[in-house]
C-alpha cells in the first residue's frame, strides 16, 4: 500500500491544521491506520490510531481532547484534525497503515506551529 499525507504547514499557537493520508494500491479497510510523529532530536512516536471500521480510536496523553482521528473507506483516507496546537506539537507527522506484523509508511508531513 502507498500512502501519501497532505496538509502540513505553519500554524500559530492555538490555531488548527487537517492532515490526510490517502491510500492506494490495497484494498483500505483490511488496515488499521495510525499517525506517528517525530521532532528533531526526538524518537518518533504514536499520536492517534484507528480500527478497520473507524468505530474505536485511541490516542496519547498528550494530544487527547485536542486531536481527532477519523477515516473515510470510501475515499481511501485518513484524516487528523488537529485544533488548539501547541508549539510543541511541531513535528513531522507520518500515517500508517498496519496490517500485523506489517506496518506501511508515508513521507511524512511537517507541522510548524509558532508561538
Known amino acids: 500500500v502507498q500512502l501519501v499525507e497532505t496538509g502540513g504547514g505553519l500554524v500559530q499557537a492555538g490555531g488548527s491544521l487537517r492532515l490526510s493520508c490517502a491510500a492506494s494500491?490495497?484494498?483500505?479497510?483490511?488496515?488499521?491506520m495510525d499517525w506517528f510523529r517525530q521532532s528533531p532530536g526526538k524518537e518518533r512516536e504514536f499520536v492517534a490510531g484507528i480500527n478497520r471500521s473507524g468505530g474505536s480510536t485511541n490516542y496519547a496523553d498528550s494530544v487527547k481532547g485536542r486531536f481527532t482521528i477519523s477515516r473515510d473507506n470510501a475515499k481511501n483516507t485518513v484524516y487528523l484534525q488537529m485544533n488548539s496546537l501547541k508549539p510543541e506539537d511541531t513535528a513531522v507527522y507520518y500515517c500508517t497503515a498496519n496490517d500485523p506484523p506489517r506496518r506501511y509508511w508515508g513521507q511524512g508531513t511537517q507541522v510548524t506551529v509558532s508561538s
Open positions: 494500491g490495497r484494498t483500505f479497510s483490511n488496515y488499521f
